[in-house]
């Protein structure tokens, strides 16, 4: 990935990862425009990186989408790079009855929010040089956490979203890029002080090291691991995995 130079929208920019990316291609004298649904965090944001902007984005809803990428070529035409991070993580104790409200916000955040993005500025994308989308999926698209089970569906249908649409946007030039954080320090299911987690400028600071290496996925230490579970024998790490999580302080 050009490293610079680039105009970069990036959805879920005032917190977490998004912040951490934001900052990092700001710091390296991209054109960073993040969005979210608080305002107050993205204020945060723009505050504390003079020269960075922000757009008002629900990115749950289709009309808030459309009207969001209108606002976004207009004020910004030379956007070359999406990055679709924003999501939510919830407990969905799915051993029981799932509650509707919770499935369907999630499915709505993670996966829908991606393509109705990508799909309202993939034309424009086409034809501006150095073109990349990324989607920031999770390990847990390849091991799943029980007690979260929805997330981890939605972020294993990204990645398959993801793998389409490299193929399908490869002849027009646009890269596709996977970002599958491990868990890291944010504050989806308050893990600000997880110790189990990676601190979060640790994983910025290797995820920017592989985009520039040019990966098709972004796979920070221990998600290489995970990344290579899914097979014939794969709920062995599934179980174990989920047992260490049962095993620790409780989540959420």
Do not use: C
């Amino acid at each position: 990935m050009r490293m610079t130079g680039n105009t970069i929208f990036i959805t879920g920019g005032g917190s977490g990862i998004g912040r951490g990316l934001a900052e990092a291609f700001h710091r390296l004298g991209n054109k960073v425009i993040i969005s979210g649904r608080r305002k107050e965090r993205l204020q945060e944001t723009l505050d504390a990186n003079p020269g960075m902007a922000a757009i008002e984005l629900d990115i749950t809803n289709s009309e808030s989408i459309q009207t969001a990428a209108a606002t976004l070529l207009a004020e910004h035409p030379a956007l070359n790079v999406l990055i679709n991070n924003a999501g939510i993580m919830l407990l969905d104790e799915a051993e029981g009855p799932v509650d509707d409200a919770l499935a369907l916000s999630t499915v709505t955040t993670n996966l829908l929010g991606p393509i109705r993005m990508t799909s309202a500025l993939v034309e424009h994308l086409k034809a501006r040089p150095d073109a990349m989308i990324a989607n920031v999926s999770s390990v847990l698209g390849f091991v799943p956490m029980a007690v979260s089970a929805v997330y981890s569906a939605t972020k294993a249908a990204l990645h398959s979203y993801t793998l389409s649409l490299r193929y399908l946007l490869s002849p027009h030039g646009i890269r596709l890029v996977e970002i599958a954080p491990p868990w890291v320090r944010t504050e989806l299911l308050n893990s600000s002080e997880e110790e189990r987690a990676i601190p979060l400028d640790q994983f910025i600071a290797e995820a920017m090291k592989q985009l520039e290496s040019g990966a098709d996925e972004v796979l920070v230490a221990p998600a290489e691991a995970m990344r290579a579970n899914p097979g014939p024998n794969e709920h062995t790490w599934v179980k174990q995995f989920n047992d260490m999580i049962a095993a620790g302080p409780a989540l959420g």
